[in-house]
């Protein structure tokens, strides 16, 4: 079968150099006689392997030298944990930004562990907005303050970066790392489930500043103490190894394609010739504020739940696959992120419109 535009939220989709890059070294990784998947982590191959993947990372995100990069299991949803017992150690209180599903979801496991107080929240308007927060907003004695920056299920992102004064920010990125240029120097603290821009499923990238190591709780399982894991080199137990590979991959190919000012243009026109679809028209609604929407999520309904049923099913049809739109919104999500060609959204645009034409709103 040829392969479709598979716009799902993640797991998503691969470059495909990258999947014909893995096909090719399948059997035999580097003349190793090997696949990754079957080599030893200790093993000098794939420590060049995670070198280097730590090493492009840096390079393509700009990450400064006194930020640690690890490679850690357990998805974003760990890292809900891992937070608040890594950094929840002074006044044991954390501040958080409420602004969709995953955000909610860390607020409510970080009250397990000390004093959690939700800063804001746009859930009065089903989370179709960024809350605005000023600094005074935040308590000034809180060990961290949490954002998730693009939110993934209801299709929106932060237009700005909140300023928190000296509290470290804490940003879920997993669905907008390496769409575009970010400036790690104003966060304490960076995490992404690797499954939606950057690898499979299986891995967990945290970037870290090394003045917030060393403060876990005592109870803080040893897995999920980035002290353990920065001094390990991610390798204190066996990683993740062929997503690191992947990643790895990835990032070479966005470093080919000109780094993640080029991914920023690319992404800008995909999802620029969307949202102007969808505001020259009237039949599909965009439910997310304008200056909030996301590059990568992006929501829409018909209004007419039938009709949003039909157009993912006619929709997959043409090989235009994983429309549908989360439960908790309805309607359709197209998830177009970096691996995501100009064509698949060209393509989908012309099926709106034609779906449009066809299906009139009684
Ligand atoms: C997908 C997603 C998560 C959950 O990731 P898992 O790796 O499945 O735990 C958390 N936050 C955001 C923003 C996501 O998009």
Known sequence: MERVYNFSAGPSMLPESVLQRAATEMLSYENSGMSVMEMSHRSPVYEKIILGAEETLRRVMGIPEDYKVLFLQGGASTQFSAVPLNLMNGSKKADYILSGQFSTKAYQEAQKYGDAFAVASSKDKNFSYIPKT???DFRADADYAHICLNNTIYGTKFPYIPDTGNIPLVADASSCILSEPIDISKFGLVYAGAQKNMSAAGLTVVIVKESLLGKARAE????????????????????????IYIAKLVCEWIESLGGLTEMKKRNEKKAGLLYGYLDSQDYYFAPVEKECRSLMNVTFVTGNPELDKKFALQASENGLVNLKGHRSVGGMRASIYNAMPQAGVEKLVAFMEKFALENPKT
Do not use: F, H, I
Request: glycine content about 4%; aromatic content about 12%.
């Open 134 to 136: 000023e600094a005074k």
């Open 220 to 243: 803080t399982p040893t897995m999920l103490d980035y002290k353990v894991m920065a001094d390990n080199g991610s390798m204190y137990n066996t990683p993740p190894c062929w997503c």
